[in-house]
């Protein structure tokens, strides 16, 4: 007997007991959405992760000064010694080291004519733009020589020239921040919400001894301080190891001792970002979970039917075996019932899988990422279901005698 | 000596097993029947008749003794040499008729035709000729439940002759029919073994044994009597 004429009785079949169809193959319906929205989420959460780690910049190590958490009790930032220019200076020369960034921030009042504006400062270099990847979409950042004389010069974000200049170009005009005036020479790219909920495009950029020496102040005993360093690794470099090396490096400036704890942190951006996303990933395996018990669920409800109807239909095989057909027509009968049922089944739950995985994508906050691939496999998995479950009861009705079926009651 | 047999049985026994029951349905039939052939099986309930249809039509095998068909050993076929024997040199014709209920009369005839694949047929075509030739050329797309008793018989005879079997093997095929629509049916049988057709038939009525050449009579599980009628 041809496939396509068993596959044509099957669906005959099917629709010839449409409920109990539906509801053999609810379990198939509910495991193959599962599969399709866990496998989306997957993606959509990865591509999301992969984008905020290239925002933070990938291979960027950040430095704090600062103990790690200790023993539940966090040491504050404060007490330790800030870096320095020199340190800056230093880190530049290291090998691995293919940009680093100094930085000082703090909350600033900035006023534009008649309006005020409560912002963040962050006093930096021209290294910072390379490493967050930048740029600007007006005007320009500051030059080396404006970083290095501290000029009275800043760049500002999307959010400032909203609220500070109602949409204007604020190129060329001058605002004051915190009573200092500086003039706007750039509009930066806008950025967005970062992971954490705030706005990253609300932030004024200014050189970072402008910074220090004009509005936020000096630290009491480290003039020439810096609060952050964020060091990008060179192309090359592994970054664990870079991040390993740069500890070393700076236990050895700072003079820390041999078994001292560190004063000072170095945080891996991707690692940080990928520990926050696990409890996505937690919820990924939970699903895939859901989705594999449903497909068994369901591959066993789809069994059992068919064992059901084998039973019924005992007399009928005996008829077909009297007219010819062999055990291997009989079982591709049944065979193409298991996956007619399981491929309806299939098709349905990938429409639903598509519901799901958009649902998903609106509430995790990600592009929905259905690709062909994740709809083959969901259907793949459907068909797999099918023969799987549906051979032993096809096997079953393939391998009765003919006489014994034919006078069945 | 005639042609050769086309179905023989030498020594054929069957011995049901129940628990420790043991049924003796057959206890050593030696039968040769010849190519055209009409043969009527007679006898009284449980003699045996339906045991032997079973085994000629290869849907059984028996305790010992060996069935042949064209001279084939029964014994020593494989499942599925016996599944295409069954398609292309048998049909059969049942009490209860056996039709798929929820295909209508044409797709039943062409359900034996599914299984064959020595040869390329025009299945449909096929079937409308068994169809007409039984005369139910008008009914082609009915379903058993719009057909009578005796249509439905009809229906099942072109299923049998779809496949341009050599033999048909009949139990009881006008057990469910009355004496008028039995007449029809017989009628029909006789035309088919007239154009070649090895015919075997199981019955109680006498008046549709007539219509055979050859009359055997079984009682429990021996053929008690073997009847020529010159004709
Ligand atoms: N599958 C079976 N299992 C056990 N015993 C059986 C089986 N089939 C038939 N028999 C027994 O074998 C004997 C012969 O049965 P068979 O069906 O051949 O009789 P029959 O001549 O066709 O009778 P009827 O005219 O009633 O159809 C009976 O005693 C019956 O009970
Ligand atoms: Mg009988």
């Known amino acids: 007997m041809k496939f396509s004429v068993a596959i044509a009785s099957a669906i005959e079949a099917l629709f010839a007991n449409l409920l109990r169809s539906f509801l053999t193959m609810l379990g198939i319906i509910i495991g193959v959405a599962s599969v399709m929205t866990m496998m989306a989420m997957g993606e959509g959460a990865k591509a999301r992760i992969d984008e905020q780690i290239s925002a933070l910049g990938a291979s960027t190590l950040t430095l704090r000064p600062g103990a790690m958490r200790r023993g539940g009790r966090s040491m504050g930032a404060g007490a330790a010694t800030p870096f320095t220019e020199a340190d800056l200076d230093a880190l530049a020369a290291l090998p691995y080291a293919g940009a680093v960034s100094g930085q000082l921030s703090s909350s600033v009042t900035a006023v534009s004519g008649q309006t005020n504006w409560s912002t963040s ?39 400032i020239v909203e609220n500070l200049f109602d949409g204007t170009d604020p190129v060329g005009q001058r605002i004051r921040v915190n009573n200092v005036p500086v003039s706007v020479i750039g509009v930066l790219e806008e950025k967005g919400q970062s992971s954490f909920g705030s706005d990253r495009d609300d932030v004024i950029i200014i050189p970072l001894r402008t910074a220090r020496n004009r509005i936020i102040g000096a630290h009491r005993t480290t003039p020439k301080n810096v ?69 068994f669920v369901g591959g066993v409800g789809v069994m059992n039917i068919m064992l059901v109807s084998v039973t019924e239909r005992t007399r009928e095989i005996g008829l077909r075996m009297a007219l010819g057909a062999r055990g291997s027509d009989i079982m591709v009968q049944f065979l193409a019932e298991a996956l007619v049922l399981c491929g309806t089944g299939g098709l349905i739950g990938v429409t639903l899988g598509f519901a799901g995985s958009w649902i998903a994508a609106k509430t995790g906050g990600w592009e929905m990422a259905i690709s062909p691939q994740i709809t083959l496999i969901s259907l793949g998995a459907a068909v797999a279901v099918g023969l799987f479950f549906g051979y032993f009861p096809a096997r079953r009705a393939a391998r009765l005698n003919p006489i014994d079926a034919l006078r069945y009651e | 000596m005639g042609p050769a047999p086309i179905i023989e049985a030498r020594q054929v026994t069957k011995v049901y097993t129940m628990g420790d029951q043991k049924v003796h349905a057959l206890r050593g039939i030696d039968l040769e029947i010849a190519p055209g052939e009409f043969t009527a099986i007679m006898g009284p309930s449980g003699s045996g008749k339906s045991t032997l249809m079973n085994l000629i039509g290869a849907l059984d095998q028996p305790t010992s003794g060996d069935m042949l068909i064209e001279g084939h050993s029964l014994s020593t076929m494989r499942p599925d040499d016996l599944a295409d024997l069954r398609n292309r040199t048998l049909g059969f014709v049942f009490q209860q008729f056996n039709l798929l209920p929820r295909a209508n009369a044409l797709q039943n005839v062409k359900l034996p035709l599914r299984y064959a694949r020595h040869e390329h047929i025009d299945a449909d075509a096929r079937a409308r000729e068994c ?38 093997l009949a139990d009881e095929p006008t057990g469910a029919l009355d004496t008028k629509t039995s007449a029809d049916i017989m009628e029909l049988l006789v035309t088919l073994n007239a154009s070649g057709i090895t015919i075997i038939l199981v019955t109680h009525e006498p008046e549709v044994a007539e219509f055979a050449q050859r009359q055997i009579h079984f009682r429990d599980g021996l053929i008690e009597s073997d009847e020529r009628r010159a004709s």
Do not use: C
């Open chain 1, 121 to 159: 400062l962050t006093g930096t270099d021209d290294a910072y733009f390379e490493i967050h990847d930048w740029h600007p979409v007006e005007g320009r950042i500051f030059t080396p020589r404006e970083v290095r004389t501290g000029a009275a010069v800043a760049v500002v974000g999307k959010s």
């Open chain 2, 131 to 168: 169809l007409e030739l039984v005369g139910l050329g008008e009914r082609m797309d009915h379903r058993p439940a719009q057909l009578s008793g005796g249509q439905q018989q009809r229906v099942a005879i072109a299923r049998a002759l779809a496949g341009k079997p050599h033999i048909i």
């Open chain 1, 227 to 295: 609060s952050r360093i964020e060091v990008m690794v060179a192309d090359g470099y592994d970054l664990k190891e870079a991040q390993n090396e740069l500890v070393e490096y700076m236990r050895d400036r700072r003079h820390i001792k041999a078994g001292g704890d560190d004063d000072f942190m170095v945080f891996n951006i991707a690692d940080f970002v990928r520990a926050r996303s696990a409890t996505q990933a937690t919820m990924g395996v939970l699903l895939a979970f859901m989705a594999a018990v449903a497909l």
